[in-house]
Nanobody, 123 residues
């Protein structure tokens, strides 16, 4: 399995970005997907997950109401729409695939990871 994350960049506070995660190598619709982030000097943080069929989503409190996850199983791609960005959202963002239908908040339970994409929010 390969995951290719894209869409990061630099934006001012209050702005928006959309991240994409292209999945290849296995049946995408069999995998739950998660997005994590890691800021400098901080631990990796789970921010959102979506079940394999897209029917259930879990958001961390830090992003709920501002970020939206989606997946297109026909395109083998997961998306993260980030609105109302804050400087504290600055981090490297990673997508991850879990060989299960169900979401996990633990990064250790994900089997495959994308390479990470930098998001920088200036004040």
């Amino acid at each position: 399995v390969q995951l290719q994350a894209s869409g990061g960049g630099m934006v001012q506070a209050g702005g928006s970005l959309r991240l994409s995660c292209a999945f290849s190598g296995r049946t995408f619709s069999s995998y739950a997907m998660g997005w994590f982030r890691q800021a400098p000097g901080k631990e990796r943080e789970f921010i959102v997950g979506i079940t394999a069929n897209g029917g259930s989503i879990y958001y961390a409190d830090s992003v709920e109401g501002r970020f939206t996850i989606a997946r297109d199983n026909a395109k083998n791609t997961a998306y993260l729409q980030m609105n109302s960005l804050k400087p504290e959202d600055t981090a490297v963002y990673y997508c991850a695939a879990r060989g299960s239908r169900w979401i996990s908040k633990s990064g250790d339970e994900y089997d495959y990871w994308g390479q990470g994409t930098q998001v920088t929010v200036s004040s």
